[in-house]
């Protein structure tokens, strides 16, 4: 039987950032096959070319000899190989029925997690052994529910097909299109997601979230020409004077009266040394709407924007896509059976009829989008886990009393679609 508490913290040491997460796909892979799960993973379970903000090949090899070394199977992340790091463990009943997915993301953050002594996995010694990776939004404690889930259907008789998605590379919203674009959800006819925390306490269940943001991550690389900054200034092309022009502007872009948006450049790097003209920018943009719509004008003009920087300074420009989503909108009758199935759950004390709100963005939004348009139903739940600070701090963490929550909830959500 799993320790879940052992479990999600043996994977709170091991934090994985986005497409590099050999060791606890590895883990996953295990635990399901173990199971009895049919299992499909790395190129099988994700389409390649679909991957957005995929890292550096070097990024990539130096996180797969890591995960080697911390005990990742070979003979699994062998198949994983160059960022492949997508699960999907099936269970058939013995009826014939609908499919239910539930989908858990794995990635951590390049945070920094604290060693103060008030901090709960600093005083139980389970702090992160990956220097400037964390579990800084709970997805150690999504894979683990997962996992749990897996064991507790697995014990059940039930009608149709479940089928557990696990997700790489939910931050910076870049994993779950790849997966939609591998079919993975194409044969569903009901989807359940959950986040653990957002500010909601244990013991309180929302089964639906309202909130959720279009959003577009641009990186955007100005080219330029280097030139001694003193001497020959005039034949230089200064790329990070281009990127700068272009920040100001795209912050300069009005807010909506249609809707609700935000703008951000959240990195812009540069040069060498003072005395020489930048050759090189990069800088990383993202924009958000609670319209899509609304939103790919906001892209439009941060690409215009770009342009005409580039422009200015007679430099040469790309921009790439590395991230992505798009409105999440809930089925109201799966809101009705996640509440229903809450109650009498040991440890819940507060199911509100009203949705969760949010405005962050969540790529699973291309999941639940993907299952509506092929005529099935979705909803986005929050598990209510205390935090003592908020998420993507360094003192993020999850009151593990969650955890057991999580799992009998996506049990009883199962028995009830697949009765």
Known sequence: MLN????????????????????????????????????????????GDSRRGLPSDKVLEESYQRALEHGADPDIVGNMRGGYTAVVGTLTGKRSGPTLAFRFDMDALPIVESKDQDHFPQQHTFVSHFPGNMHACAHDGHTTIGLGVAEALSQQEFAGTIKLIFQPAEEGVRGAYAMVEKGILDDVDYLFCAHLGCEVPTGQLHGGTTGYLATTKLAAHFQGVASHAGATPEKGRNALLGAATALLNIHSIPRYSTGDTRINVGVLEGGTAANIIPEHARMVIETRSESEEVNSELEQRVRTIIEHSAGMHGLEYDVEVVGGAIPITCDEDMIQIAREEAVGIEGVHTIPEESAYSTGSEDASYMLRRVQENGGKATYMIIGGSNPAPHHHPKFDIEEAALPIGIEWFRRIAMRILR
């Open 4 to 47: 879940i508490i052992e479990l999600r913290r043996d994977l709170h040491q091991h934090p994985e950032l986005g497409f590099t997460e050999y060791r606890t796909a590895s883990i996953v892979v295990q635990t399901l096959k173990s199971l009895g799960y049919d299992v499909i993973y790395g190129q099988d379970a994700i389409d």
